[in-house]
């Protein structure tokens, strides 16, 4: 009997041993779920936010200011916390606070919090206007066509100490650079003149040197046009409407970055004889990118800033106001209209028969500041190359 009672006591520890053990491992097993739960919820912050980079806190943000976003997962019972802060004008500490729970109930339930950290930067393309136009083969400026290579900032875009051109500098240019061998010709009233070259044009290898319109440092034709805002496929001609509109429409606060004619805004209040009536102020930090993969004819007015590329040759006929880059892989073909560019215009000059001609009441004027900005506010980010990301807790 007392053997039997021996027996019955030790199964029932082994058996409250194993209960106790299978609890311990699906306790763990539970927390190991929701900690993993939780760290993928962070890990989902931390890419979402590069993956949807809108490109505006490239421009508006200022060093040291902190932005949060907020992003719901799995049906909502997971979510991603995150903070945006800038570091400097090029890099951003991002933080992802991952939180999930499981089970209902106070003794059912588990919960789990996981952080992690990561450093983005700005990439940001290195393009080499060495004027205010930089073309591959010969130039012709006709009729009252301006070209000025000294640099200007853009109306009311202020200078080198305030406003929007605050820390942009910049030296003054010669107006047309070619290739050696090339040659600029001038006709009727047209005007060329900067850096202080007397016929206000220079030759330079860099010209003829095909890599000079593909490759900017970090980023290259391929990537930049891969990143387009807006995308033009086969030759394209558009007419009067370009510019910047705000969602919904007529109404709101917010940039109708969904809308492919709005190019951004460089208007300011004040400068040009704009009033507030006619500046969309939301979209004055959207530099966006347009690619068309095709001639582009611009038949009407319009404005806009950025990056412009385009996959043969540009012409403009009408009144059309740029502020940023043109990169053409073809030729500036003539045009009957008139253009404002604050900036660079490069053209490839691929037919090596064609040349660009310039006429028209045109005005090309080079700007070390509207390139800046140009450049940085259609950037994309990444993650920095050493020791970018890691696990805070």
């Known amino acids: 009997m007392f053997m039997a009672l021996g027996a019955l006591v030790i199964i029932a520890v082994l058996v409250a041993a194993s209960s106790f053990v299978t609890l311990q491992e699906n306790q763990a097993g539970q927390n190991q779920l929701v900690q993993s739960r939780a760290f993928a919820a962070a890990e989902y912050g931390l890419n979402k936010i590069q993956a949807d980079w809108d490109k505006t806190p490239n421009m508006y943000m200022a060093i040291g200011q902190t932005y949060p976003l907020v992003y719901t997962i799995n049906n909502g019972k997971d979510t991603a916390n995150v903070r945006m802060t800038r570091l400097n004008n090029e890099t951003f500490w991002i933080v992802s606070e991952g939180r999930t729970r499981v089970g209902t109930g106070t003794s059912a339930a588990r919960a789990a919090v996981k952080r992690v950290g990561a450093i983005l930067r700005l990439r940001i393309p290195t393009i080499q206007a060495q004027g205010a136009i930089t073309a591959g083969g010969n130039v012709s400026v006709r009729g009252g066509a301006d070209i000025y290579g000294d640099n200007t900032n853009p109306p009311g875009w202020g200078n080198s100490t305030t406003g929007d051109c605050n820390g942009s500098g910049g030296s003054n240019m010669a107006g047309i650079v070619v290739p050696p061998g090339s040659t600029v010709t001038t006709q009727g009233s047209s005007t060329v003149q900067g850096g202080g070259y007397p016929d206000g044009w220079r030759t330079d290898p860099i010209a003829a040197n095909s890599n000079t319109y593909v490759q900017y ?33 007529l109404i709101g606060t917010d940039c ?67 502020y940023g880059l043109i990169i053409v892989t073809n030729d500036i073909v003539r045009g009957n209209g008139s253009a404002d560019v604050y900036g660079g215009v490069m053209a490839r000059n691929e037919v090596k028969a064609d040349e660009s001609i310039l006429s028209g009441n045109t005005s090309y004027s080079y700007s070390a500041c509207a390139i800046a900005r140009a450049m940085r506010g259609s950037a994309q980010v990444v993650q920095a190359n050493d020791r970018a990301w890691t696990e805070l807790y």
């Open 217 to 249: 440092g970090d980023e290259n034709w391929n990537t930049l046009t891969a990143q387009a805002n807006v995308v033009l496929n086969g030759p394209t001609t558009l007419g009067a409407g370009i510019g910047p509109t705000v969602t919904p429409p």
């Open 256 to 322: 109708n970055k969904s809308n492919t004619l709005n190019w951004g805004e460089p208007w300011r209040v004040g400068a040009g004889g704009h009033t507030a009536a006619d500046v969309v102020a939301p979209c004055q930090n959207y530099f966006p990118i347009i690619y068309s993969n095709g001639d582009l004819h611009l038949n009407g007015s319009g404005h806009g800033q950025g990056i412009l590329l385009v996959n043969g040759s540009i012409e403009i006929n009408g009144h059309f106001e740029w």
